[in-house]
């Protein structure tokens, strides 16, 4: 079904997620802020007066799968939006619990990261820079339920940020490039940067 979805093209409300530059190290530099990542799954939420959708990295539908989370986005104070992020169980030490995230209560209980805001009541925000899309996802959020939760994103140098979340026994980093515009696909603009012990792919 996923092949033959891919052929007749993305379902409406999907945009086709930013896909980070895999490197060793973060960037160097006061030019990019860099964000944990969990290692959970990537997801583009979008919500309408249809009601909640959401999508893997792929467009494969699972909006039954993550109830929590499509429960949260329903509640956000928007007519319309579209956010990319990443579905997480997190344990009480704040270490993401993979496997329980790939069973169905876990899926259920996950709770959904969000870095980015695509759209906004129509209004397609990608063209804005990194900080701007941030501020008004911050906004968003502020008065949301913990279902949907903002990334953290830290202005230090990369390097020392990757070191503090390797040690905390998560995954690794993403950087983003302070003034860049969200891209579909590849894009230099975000650099991963995982933990010796990460093996899965954002």
């Not at 990537?42 to 249809?50: D, G, K, N, Q, T």
């Not at 956010?83 to 997480?88: K, P, Q, S």
Request: a neutral charge.
């Amino acid at each position: 079904m996923g092949h033959l979805a891919s052929r007749r093209g993305p379902p409406p409300g999907f945009i086709v997620p930013c896909q980070p530059e895999l490197r060793k190290q973060p960037p160097h530099g006061s030019g990019w802020i860099h964000e944990i990542k969990y290692g959970g799954h990537r997801l583009i939420a979008y919500e309408s007066p249809s009601g909640p959708c959401l999508w893997t990295r792929s467009a494969i539908e699972c909006t039954g799968r993550f109830n929590r989370i499509s429960r949260g986005l329903a509640g956000l104070q928007a007519v319309s939006l579209t956010l990319d992020g990443e579905a997480v169980v997190l344990r009480d030490n704040g270490q993401a619990d993979s496997h329980r995230l790939r069973s169905r209560e876990g899926a259920a209980e996950a709770v959904m990261v969000a870095f980015d805001i695509l759209t906004l009541n129509g209004e397609d925000l990608r063209s804005r820079p990194i900080e701007d899309r941030r501020t008004l996802l911050g906004e968003l959020l502020a008065a949301a339920s913990d279902d949907i939760v903002l990334a953290e994103a830290f202005a230090r140098e990369g390097a020392v940020v990757l070191e503090h979340v390797c040690a905390l026994g998560l995954q690794g980093t993403v950087s983003k490039r302070l003034g860049s515009p969200y891209t579909s696909g590849p894009s230099g603009d975000w650099i991963e940067a995982r933990c010796r012990a990460a093996r899965a792919p954002f």
